[in-house]
């Protein structure tokens, strides 16, 4: 038998050395990649927040487009967020102020809650409610 035959039949597995090598590149990969997943995970969930609170700034403005001059102010007193919009923004927090711009009487939305950069940055909407003599068109 020659000596690489004699090697080849010997070496059957892995050596320490590799199996070391091979195992500090899997730790090294993990740790770097995981807080990529972590933000990602944070990224996702907020923008989920957002878009329930946009869609929930565009229902409540709906509302305020459709309800009749004579019941604004009663309507806006009693603005209060939906029940999906409770429970996924936490300490959420709906005001409309009233505003006069070139185009008429507007009413902005804000909704801001409890989240990191949010606290001093709420979404903001801004509508026209119907004027006081404009009342809903007839169907055809």
Excluded: C, K, Y
């Amino acid at each position: 038998m020659t000596s690489s035959s004699i090697s080849s039949t010997r070496r059957r597995g892995f050596s320490m050395l590799e199996v070391v090598a091979a195992s500090s590149l899997t730790v090294v990969a993990l740790t770097s990649i995981t807080p990529i997943f972590v933000r990602q995970a944070r990224l996702l969930s907020e923008s989920r927040r957002e878009r329930i609170a946009l869609e929930e700034l565009a229902n409540q403005a709906e509302r305020i487009a459709a309800t009749p001059a004579g019941e604004l102010d009663r309507h806006l007193t009693a603005l209060a967020l939906s029940p999906i919009a409770s429970r996924h923004l936490p300490d959420a927090r709906l005001d409309a102020v009233r505003g006069d711009s070139p185009l008429g009487p507007t009413i902005t939305l804000r909704l801001g809650w409890n989240a990191p950069g949010r606290l001093g940055h709420p979404l903001t909407l801004v509508t026209w409610p119907r004027a006081a003599g404009q009342g809903r068109e007839a169907a055809p």
